[in-house]
């Protein structure tokens, strides 16, 4: 199993980044695909979750109304649409895949993760 996420980078405030994650070695319509990100010196945090279909979406207030989730199973990836980007959302940014689908904001729950990738915004 393999999540390779990519799209990061340093940015000004204000401005926006997409982030992918391609899976490959399992079945990836059959897990539900969430992000995190972490900090340094803070606990990973959710940010955004998508159902198998793709039909729900959720993701944490503190993203809400600037990042959007999305997934495309045929070509086994999921996204992340990052616009009006903050200092604070500085973090490494992680996939994962989750296969139960139902405590989807809780780490603890995800069967697999990326490597991340390096977002840094700079005001």
């Known amino acids: 199993v393999q999540l390779q996420a990519s799209g990061g980078g340093s940015v000004q405030a204000g401005d926006s980044l997409r982030l992918s994650c391609a899976a490959s070695g399992y079945t990836f319509s059959t897990y539900l695909m969430g992000w995190f990100r972490q900090a340094p010196g803070k606990e990973r945090e959710f940010v955004a979750a998508?159902?198998?279909?793709?039909?729900?979406?959720y993701s944490s207030e503190s993203v809400k109304g600037r990042f959007t989730i999305s997934r495309d199973n045929a070509k086994n990836t999921v996204y992340l649409q990052m616009n009006s980007l903050k200092p604070e959302d500085t973090a490494v940014y992680h996939c994962?895949?989750?296969?139960?689908?139902?405590?989807?904001?809780?780490?603890?729950?995800?069967?697999?993760w990326g490597q991340g990738t390096q977002v840094t915004v700079s005001s």
């Open positions: 994962a895949a989750d296969y139960r689908g139902s405590r989807y904001y809780d780490a603890r729950e995800y069967d697999y």
């Open positions: 998508i159902s198998r279909s793709g039909d729900s979406k």
